[in-house]
């Protein structure tokens, strides 16, 4: 009874060279796998007790996404019905050896996460065939444990199921990545870090204090000007936009001096504050006469009002009062208004 055609002349769902499980042999095989918690739900939707299985990827489905699957053809995946068709060992095999939670884990491990969404993409995926030809794999050592294929035909890698292929697979990964890193962290530390010394003259601001090697101690010194007897220093202004700068000279005190690196007059710390000191007052003054005349400003604004206030006063007492008028020309005037109104409606 092996092959498409029975003795009996029934036609079968076996393939050439095998043959069709009895129903109770396929009966007594599947319910060991529906007793699964995981082959008890659809694979690609939410529905309970499947009815119906994709052999090609050994998953559970229910009787609307069997349809989907026929639609895609069986080039994709081949679809029977766990009741009423018939199974060869090696269908069921697949069954055994792939089923609901095998699948699902190994497609989330090679990216593909979204297992409810278009199931035409989702078995198209890159992940959906590398499944289908490890589960081939399997299956055909099964089939030449029971002496179905000849060793040379089968693929066999020595792996027992689909999950062992996996870790191995992640295991070689990880083994080529920890040897990337420890080679990489060898030529980083090949060669000893030179360390590198910046001239404190080369740091930014660095011209703002220059050492001076002028006396037997070095002492920080401000910039020398052009002019090392002048000094500049800002003009106080007296009224509002005064920029100008002014120069004044400075005094050569015998103590506390900064050198100027140039044999010239010594700026001390005095002459420093006396300068802060005369910004500030700079400032004060700036600002007082800014204020002064923005007081000068509104004044005369204020004063210019009133002026053009009384101005109107006496122009409007300056026009002639017309007299009153008496009640009778008040409704004369009533009446033409009327009758104005009256005809403009007709």
Known sequence: MSGNVREDGLITAAGKGQSCLPTKDKNQQFKKLKGIPANQVCFDCPATRPTWASVTYGVFLCLDCSAQHRNMGVHLTFVRSVDLDEWTQRQIDAMRLGGNENARSFLRKNGLTDLHGKI??????????????????????????????????????GTTNLMENLQISEHAEEDALARAKIAEARAAHAQPAQAKATLASQLPGASKLVMSATSATPTLRKPAASNPKMFLKKKSSSGVGASKLRINKLTTPSSSTISNGSGGPAVTAKDFDD?????????????????????????????????????????????????????????????????SDFFANM
Do not use: C, H, I
């Open 120 to 157: 035409e993409k989702k078995y198209t995926s890159k992940a959906a065939r590398l499944y289908k030809e490890e589960l081939n794999k399997l299956v055909d050592q099964e089939a030449v444990k029971r002496g179905e294929m000849a060793p040379a035909a089968a693929s066999a890698n």
């Open 275 to 339: 300068f802060d000191a005369q910004e500030s007052k700079d400032k004060e003054e700036a600002a007082a006469a800014a204020l002064a005349a923005q007081e000068a400003k509104e004044a005369a604004a204020a004063a210019k009002r009133a002026e053009e206030a009384k101005a109107a006063a006496e122009a409007l007492a300056a026009q002639p009062k017309a007299p009153p008028k008496s009640s009778m020309e008040q409704g004369v005037e009533k009446l033409k208004a009327m009758n």
